[in-house]
């Protein structure tokens, strides 16, 4: 099970950006989704995750600005963020909570994370 994030950059002020975050692998079913965020000399933060059941949890601090969103058939988790600020600068990581089915079909439990992606808010 792998987790492919894309969507990161550098954006002033006010501006926008969205993130992806693909998971992929066989016999798979999706769970949970989420993003964290880590800035330098912190520690990593949750800001928002999605159930399988589509409900959503957000940070304070980006609610009204940031949107969790997910594609179920695409097992493909989003994040749009508008009015963004330079406190928002962090490397930016998602997750995912998956059952895989093994080859004797049993099933595995797991939490996989995507590489991370940068996100730099300029003032």
């Known amino acids: 099970v792998q987790l492919q994030a894309s969507g990161g950059g550098l954006v002033q002020a006010g501006g926008s950006l969205r993130l992806s975050c693909a998971a992929s692998g066989s016999r798979l079913t999706v769970n949970e989704m989420g993003w964290y965020r880590q800035a330098p000399g912190k520690e990593r933060e949750a800001v928002a995750s999605?159930?399988?059941?589509?409900?959503?949890n957000v940070r304070d601090s980006v609610k009204g600005r940031f949107t969790i969103s997910r594609d179920y058939a695409k097992n493909t988790v989003y994040l749009q963020m508008s009015s963004l600020k330079p406190e928002d600068t962090a490397v930016y990581y998602c997750?995912?909570?998956?059952?895989?089915?093994?080859?004797?079909?049993?099933?595995?439990?797991?939490?996989?994370w995507g590489e991370g992606t940068q996100v730099t808010v300029s003032s």
């Open positions: 997750n995912a909570d998956y059952i895989h089915y093994n080859d004797r079909d049993e099933p595995v439990v797991g939490r996989v």
């Open positions: 999605v159930s399988r059941g589509g409900a959503t």
